[in-house]
T-cell receptor, first 109, second 120 residues
């Protein structure tokens, strides 16, 4: 089992839809969790940190489920500009970040 | 403005040549990282450095070398020993890695714009 796994998609949704991605991890000692956004041929940029209590930033909600070892990202009211690849990043006991391969989101009119 | 820069943006190399990719940050970050990204793939860690004059191998260090003589700079050399060097190379930095900070949470990584290396 890979350390960090994501469904590569693509998730193809209409504007205004709600879409959710999950990212599973294998190391139960993982300590920190992030979602990054990467646009085509650009560098990743931090979207959200994921806290144990969950966190929300506008249309974006991130949650952590330690029991089942996954994090999630929910996007409400999708915009065309949300089209991108979403990478989960998890730091385990080694303290070195491990990236998922990313989930591609395409929002269409 | 503080940030992290990489140069060049595009680099072409003939087989058998070594090339060095530049990475500079003025964020006063302790930790710096080099990643490689292939099409449709996630980022794979090549090398990382938590402090000046110290660095560690990541998951795919073979065929690469680094140095960390200054806090601001972490250049990556792609040697002729790297079998398939064509890729997108990303440099990142973070304030303080969890291993030395003692904090439970890791810190956000800031990325440079990347260098696209093509071997001809």
């Amino acid at each position: 089992r890979k350390e960090v796994e994501q469904d590569p998609g693509p998730f193809n949704v209409p504007e205004g839809a709600t879409v959710a991605f999950n990212c599973t991890y294998s190391n139960s000692a993982s300590q920190s969790f992030f979602w990054y956004r990467q646009d085509c041929r650009k560098e990743p940029k931090l979207l959200m940190s994921v806290y144990s209590s969950g966190n929300e930033d506008g249309r974006f909600t991130a949650q952590l489920n330690r029991a089942s070892q996954y994090i999630s990202l929910l996007i409400r009211d999708s915009k065309l500009s949300d089209s991108a690849t979403y990478l989960c990043v998890i730091t385990g006991g080694s303290y070195i970040p491990t990236f998922g391969r990313g989930t591609s989101l395409i929002v269409h009119p | 403005d503080g940030g992290i820069t990489q140069s060049p943006k595009y680099l072409f190399r003939k087989e058998g040549q070594n090339v060095t990719l530049s990475c500079e940050q003025n964020l006063n970050h302790d930790a710096m990282y080099w990643y490689r990204q292939d099409p449709g793939q996630g980022l794979r860690l090549i090398y990382y450095s938590q402090i000046v004059n110290d660095f560690q191998k990541g998951d795919i260090a073979e065929g690469y070398s680094v140095s960390r003589e200054k806090k601001e700079s972490f250049p990556l050399t792609v040697t002729s020993a790297q079998k398939n060097p064509t890729a997108f190379y990303l440099c990142a930095s973070s304030i303080d890695p969890p291993a030395t900070s003692g904090r439970a949470l890791g810190d956000e990584q800031f990325f440079g714009p990347g260098t696209r290396l093509t071997v001809l």
